[in-house]
C-alpha cells in the first residue's frame, strides 16, 4: 500500500492537469507570448521543471534489469542460505558430540582414572548422543593414533569446505576439494553441491571451477578419477562452450575415460561444424583408450585418414563384413570404399566391389553408387573384366543387375562391357529376370 500511494504522489507530481493547464493559459497571454521577456522566463521556468523531473528519474526510479539481477541475487543467497543452515545444524551436533566427550572426560580424570580408559572409550562410543552414522566418527576412536589423527584432518577438510560454500567462495571450496585427503571430497556428493549453485552472473560456473581443479590436480595421484566424474566434466565443459579445456583435460590429465564420454564429444563435433576436426581426434582417443576400435575407425573415417583407417582395420581382429559395411553406410568415401574393394599387397579385397555396389543403392545412397560408377566407367575394358571374374561374392545374377542399374542411370559403355564379359564366359548365357538358378554358384561359393 505504501509503495502505491508513492507511485500515486509521483504521478500527481509530474503529470500536468487540467487546471495547471487552465492556469497555463491564464499567465500566457497574447500580449505575452508576443512579449520576448515572458517567453525567456517562461522558457526558464520549463527549463526548471525538466531538470527537476530529470533528477527525480534518477532518484526515485531503477532500470528494469537491475530487478531482474537483483532477483538472480536473492536466489543465490537463498541458496546460500541453505546451505549455511545444514552446516550449522552439523556444527551444532559435532559441538553436541564434543560436550559429550569432554564430560565423560572430565569425570573420568575427576575419580583418579580408576576406570579402564577403554572403558571409557567405549561409553563413549555408545552414547548415542555422539555416535551418529559418520564413519569418520569411528576412526576417532581407533587405537592407532595415526588413524585418529588422519580422521581429524578429514573431519577439517570436510568443515572448511562446507564454510566455503555457504560463504559463496566457490573457487577456494573447488582448490579446497581437489586437494583433500584421500580424495574425500572429490565425489559425486561434493560434485551434486557445485551444480546446486547453477549460473552466477559474471562469475564462471561453480561446477566447471571444480572440475578445473580436481582435473589440474589428477597427475599427483595414484588412481585417475573415476568415470562418472570424468563424463560429467567433460559434458560441463562442452556445455560451457570450453573445447579448449575439454582438449586438456583428454590430452594431458589422468582420467577414466568410457564410451559414453567419447560419445558426449562426438556428438558435440556433429553439432558445431567448426570444432568437428577437432572432436573427432578426441573422440578417437577416448575410444582407443576403452578399445572401441569400431568407433575410433569411424572417427579416422570422417577426418579423411584414409590411410591409418586401413591400417587400423588390417591390424584389428574384431572388425568383420557388417562392421565394415556399417562403416562405409556411416561414412560413404568413395576413396575409402574403392580401397576396401580393391586387392591390397596381393591380398582379395576386404569387401565385394558388386555387393556393395548394390548395399549403397539399396540403402538410397544413389549420389555415391553414381560416384563409383562413373570411376569403373573411366577404366579399362580389361580392368572392367578382372573386376567381374574376381568378385567371387557376387554372382552373375547380382552382376546383371548391376549391368541393369548401369544402363538405367546413363552408363551404356559400362553395361556392355559388363554384358560382354559375363557372355565371354564359356557355357553362359545371358540371364533373364525370370531365371532363378545361378548357374555359376558352384565356382562362386
Known amino acids: 500500500m505504501e509503495n502505491l500511494k508513492f507511485w500515486q504522489q509521483s504521478l500527481q507530481h509530474w503529470c500536468i ?89 572430565n569425570s573420568w580424570m575427576k575419580q583418579n582414572m580408576r576406570i579402564p580408559f577403554q572403558d571409557v572409550m567405549e561409553r563413549i562410543r555408545k552414547t548415542k548422543a555422539i555416535y551418529g ?19 581429524i584432518v578429514m573431519l577439517y577438510y570436510i568443515e572448511r569446505f562446507n564454510e566455503l560454500i555457504s560463504l559463496g567462495e566457490y573457487e577456494r571450496a573447488a582448490c579446497f576439494a581437489a586437494n583433500s585427503p584421500k580424495r574425500i571430497l572429490q565425489n559425486t556428493g561434493t560434485m551434486n553441491k557445485f551444480k546446486v549453485i547453477g549460473k552466477i552472473r559474471g562469475k564462471p560456473l561453480p561446477l566447471l571451477l571444480f572440475f578445473e581443479a580436481i582435473f589440474n590436480t589428477s597427475q599427483a595421484f595414484k588412481r585417475p578419477i573415476n568415470a ?58 577416448i575410444y582407443n583408450e576403452c578399445g572401441l576400435h569400431k568407433k575410433a575407425l569411424l572417427c579416422l573415417c570422417k577426418q579423411g585418414q584414409i590411410h591409418e583407417a586401413m591400417e587400423h582395420i588390417q591390424q584389428s581382429k574384431d572388425i568383420n563384413i557388417d562392421d565394415l559395411i556399417q562403416l562405409i553406410t556411416a561414412c560413404p568415401q568413395i576413396d575409402f570404399i574403392k580401397c576396401l574393394t580393391e586387392e591390397r599387397d596381393g591380398k582379395p579385397p576386404l569387401l565385394s566391389f558388386g555387393l556393395t555396389l548394390l548395399h549403397l543403392f539399396s540403402v538410397d545412397m544413389k549420389k555415391v553408387g553414381m560416384g563409383l560408377l562413373q570411376e569403373l566407367s573411366e577404366s579399362e575394358k580389361d580392368v572392367i573384366e578382372h573386376l567381374v ?26 553395361f556392355n562391357d559388363i554384358m560382354s564379359t559375363l557372355r565371354s564366359q564359356a557355357g553362359v548365357s545371358e540371364i533373364s529376370e525370370d531365371d532363378t538358378i545361378n548357374v555359376m554358384e558352384h565356382v562362386f561359393w
Open 228 to 285: 562418472d566424474l570424468t563424463l560429467e566434466g567433460i559434458k560441463c565443459g562442452l556445455s560451457e562452450e570450453r573445447l579448449d579445456l575439454v582438449t586438456h583435460w583428454v590430452t594431458q590429465e589422468k582420467l577414466t575415460f568410457s564410451e559414453k564420454a567419447g560419445d558426449a564429444i562426438f556428438a558435440y563435433g556433429e553439432q558445431h561444424t567448426y570444432h568437428k576436426p577437432r572432436c573427432l581426434a578426441l573422440a578417437q582417443i
Open 17 to 105: 492537469t487540467k487546471e495547471e493547464r487552465s492556469n497555463l493559459k491564464q499567465r500566457m497571454t497574447l500580449q505575452d507570448s508576443v512579449n520576448l521577456e515572458a517567453l525567456n522566463k517562461h522558457k526558464q521556468h520549463l527549463d526548471d521543471k525538466y531538470i527537476n523531473l530529470k533528477q527525480d528519474m534518477l532518484t526515485m526510479y531503477v532500470p528494469a534489469q537491475k530487478k531482474a539481477d537483483l532477483d538472480e541475487e536473492m536466489i543465490v543467497l537463498l541458496k546460500r542460505r541453505d546451505i549455511a543452515e545444514n552446516l550449522n545444524k552439523d556444527l551444532q551436533f559435532r559441538h553436541q558430540r564434543l560436550q559429550v566427550i569432554s564430560h565423560t572426560l
Open 133 to 151: 552414522d559418520d564413519s569418520i566418527i569411528d576412526e576417532l576412536f581407533e587405537d592407532d593414533p595415526n588413524k585418529t589423527k588422519e580422521a
Open 389 to 414: 571374374m574376381n568378385d567371387l561374392f557376387c554372382s552373375l545374377e547380382k552382376w546383371q543387375e548391376i549391368a541393369n542399374i548401369c544402363l538405367q542411370n546413363g552408363f551404356k559403355n559400362l
